[in-house]
């Protein structure tokens, strides 16, 4: 059986079912999730290996061989359409074009099932997928439940990594108007014991740990790899449950009356479904979605308890974030570019600005030393790598608005991430493409011989598709010094 074959057994089925990484019920065997390529801008649908089973992660693969690909639509498998695609703007607009948010990544959040390979929904600040005419969806104060499997060593704390219930017009329309699982470590409303991320409830206008948008203690962090989430509501109650999605069982972080403040009891939920986002569309927040459900009716403990019992057994795991040719930590290295202009221009800086430099053995060596770096361990995840600058040991590539810089490490959680890039196979066959780990749309890129982490297409100039695979592809060899 799957998640949504246990929920309706337990009497409360789901009316929405989300997952690019597997089928949620038993005998699905339809497209998970849609996939577009920048090379020609062709899609297909992934479907899972079997019915029931993991999804087709080498169909994506195949499909999207040098070139990029992003997460265009994550299919509801419910039969009700209530699909999830790019989020539109609303109390806040999103940075790309006409205001919509960001798509993810196909490929920033791999992982196994039971050993075979599947792709999570890696959300960055700035992206965010909705659906504001949905089927079957609570709305008012009527019955729900929900669960999500998440990342819990991805998260921010800027409003708001959800999945579930929102506003049909992607504003805040006031208290009670959405009821959504949130992860992350926001402290401007609750939180919950140690430092985060907490799994709260996004009830508009405020993240509840518990039955304030102060301190529940019985709210855990949770830093578990792989997270089940679960929030539910029915008139007067509610409960925020969580656990290990790899192992053991869930935990009840609240069980009980709805808040004592206006608007949430009973509650005023319209009904739409976000993901990656706040209730306003709010787009700040990043985190890693792998599955998740809303069902109609409030499931009891022992039927979500069943559902976490067959997501352990589902064996989440984690597989390599790289590909193409070894970067080895401890390693000195320089990237060689590969565009025709270019190729004898090396990836360097001058001061704090990334550009690249024409540099051979007969250069000076201070241009040598500011074109060679020293490849250390991932800051921000030691699957990755960074670059520490060869003439400013203590400063490393990082970006920042998407700009490459050559900065100190400040120590913060942000630095780390911003100087965090996992490589994989060079885009245009040659060298290594180098995506940042917390942007994986975005890669290395040489752009009027500055340095950038790009999108293929994009608002910003530097986004260009033109020379797009050439700009993003370098040859990775032996420092200068
Ligand atoms: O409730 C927290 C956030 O507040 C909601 O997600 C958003 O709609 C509002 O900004
Ligand atoms: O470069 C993108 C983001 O811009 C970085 O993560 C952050 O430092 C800045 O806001």
Known sequence: ??????????GTPCVAAHSTTRALFSAYSGSL?????????????????????????????????????????????????????????????????NGFDNLAAADGAPVTLNGQKAYGVFISPG?????????GIAVGDAAEGMYAVLDGTHFN?????????????ARDTGNG??????????????TGSGNGPWVMADLEN?????????????????????????????????????????????????????????????????????????????????????????????????????????????RYATTSLTSGPAITVGSTVSLRATTACCTTRFLAHT??????????SSSTSALKLSASWTV????????????????????FIRHANFVLLVNANDGSKLFHEDATFCPKVGLNGQGNSIRAWGYPTRSIRHFNNLGYIASNSGVHDFDSATSYNDDVSWVVGAAFA
């Open 1 to 10: 059986a799957g998640p949504c074959d246990i929920y309706a057994s337990g």
């Open 33 to 97: 999730y849609q996939v577009r390529r920048g090379s020609d801008g062709a899609t297909t649908n992934i479907g899972p290996l079997s019915a029931g089973g993991v999804a087709n992660a080498a169909a994506q693969d195949s499909f999207c061989t040098s070139t990029t690909c992003l997460i265009t639509t994550i299919f509801d498998q419910t039969g009700r359409a209530n699909h999830l695609t790019q989020a539109p703007p609303g109390g806040f607009s999103g940075p790309e074009a």
């Open 127 to 135: 992206s965010g997928y909705r659906n504001d005419a949905t089927n």
């Open 157 to 169: 704390d800027a409003c708001c990594f959800d999945y579930g219930n929102g506003e049909t017009s």
């Open 177 to 190: 108007h959405m009821e959504a699982i949130y992860f992350g470590n926001s402290r401007v409303w609750g």
């Open 206 to 314: 405020g993240l509840f740990s518990g039955v304030t948008t102060g301190l529940n203690s019985a709210n855990p962090t949770m830093t578990q790899r792989f997270v089940t989430s679960v929030v539910k509501g029915e008139p007067g109650t509610w409960a925020i449950r969580g656990g290990n999605g790899a192992s053991g069982a869930l935990s009840t972080f609240y069980s009980g009356a709805r808040p004592n403040v206006a608007g949430y009891n009973p509650m005023h939920r319209e009904g739409a479904i976000i993901l990656g986002i706040g209730g306003d569309n709010s787009n700040g927040a990043q985190g890693t979605f792998y599955e998740g459900v809303m069902t109609s009716g409030y499931p009891s403990d022992a039927t979500e308890n069943s559902v976490q019992a067959n997501i352990v057994a589902a």
């Open 351 to 360: 001061g704090t600005t990334v550009n690249t430099q024409v540099v051979s």
């Open 376 to 395: 250390v361990a991932g800051l921000a995840n030691s699957a990755c790598v960074s670059f520490e600058s060869r003439d400013t040991p203590g400063s």
